[in-house]
Nanobody, 126 residues
């Protein structure tokens, strides 16, 4: 099964930065877009950001706008999530997921995404 693979998680102080990577080696013909979701302890998994491979259209949840940036490197089949000005509430397991089709009305839905990575832990300390 083709699966995205996250890396780059770790421990960071509040106000600091961290950059996550998502290797999507099986993306060709399979994933039109990639998304980042996160799940904090005791909470549901939530949408963070997404990007399309072709023209790089991006979407963000309101709580990370202006702080997080999603980008992609088509040659490397890799998507990134640059996280700046981090807050303790950003602490979560971050998941990368691939979607065969996507639209602005479905981008935040977990069911839109076909394949999921195992997740990487991000912890923001105060």
């Amino acid at each position: 099964q083709v699966q995205p693979e996250e890396s780059g998680g770790g421990l960071v102080q509040a106000g600091g930065s961290l950059k996550l990577s998502c290797a999507a080696s099986g993306r060709t013909g399979r994933w039109y877009a990639m998304g980042w979701f996160r799940q904090a302890p005791g909470k549901d998994r939530e949408f963070v950001a997404a990007i399309t491979w072709n023209v790089g259209t991006t979407w963000y949840t309101d709580s990370v706008k202006g702080r997080f940036t999603i980008s992609r490197d088509n040659a490397k089949n890799t998507v990134y999530l640059q996280m700046n000005s981090m807050k303790t509430e950003d602490t979560a397991v971050y998941y990368c997921a691939g979607a065969g089709t996507i639209s602005r009305t479905t981008v935040t839905h977990q069911s839109t995404y076909d394949d999921w990575g195992q997740g990487t832990q991000v912890t923001v300390s105060s």
